[in-house]
Nanobody, 119 residues
Framework: QVQLVESGGGLVQPGGSLRLSCAASGSIFSINVMGWYRQAPGKERELVATITNGGSTNYADSVKGRFTISRDNAKIMVYLQMNSLLPEDTAVYYC?????????????WGQGTQVTVSS
């Protein structure tokens, strides 16, 4: 099992910045992808950004140029720097880790952290 704990959410004004952090612990394997997803009220959970253990990144079009995902493999953490925040970025943000072992992928989720962008 893998445990994921997010932190860093909160209330911010439009145009502001927040940095989310996610710490992973438990049965950690090296072949993995970590990422951030979000779910706004009444909407489905959507991908925000992912990063492989090798550092390759992928972003949703809606956050490109504003959000930056990064990771610290030694600390087993992933971060999401969010700049130029918009009201439509308001959502619960979830950390995700997908690990591959013997050809099988297993996905783990954090409990989520609320991000509210409002004046």
């Amino acid at each position: 099992q893998v445990q994921l704990v997010e932190s860093g959410g909160g209330l911010v004004q439009p145009g502001g910045s927040l940095r989310l952090s996610c710490a992973a612990s438990g049965s950690i394997f090296s072949i993995n992808v970590m990422g951030w997803y979000r779910q706004a009220p009444g909407k489905e959970r959507e991908l925000v950004a992912t990063i492989t253990n090798g550092g390759s990144t992928n972003y949703a079009d809606s956050v490109k140029g504003r959000f930056t995902i990064s990771r610290d493999n030694a600390k087993i953490m992933v971060y999401l720097q969010m700049n130029s925040l918009l009201p439509e970025d308001t959502a619960v943000y979830y950390c995700n880790r997908v690990q591959r072992l013997f050809g099988k992928d297993t996905s783990y989720w954090g409990q989520g952290t609320q991000v509210t962008v409002s004046s």
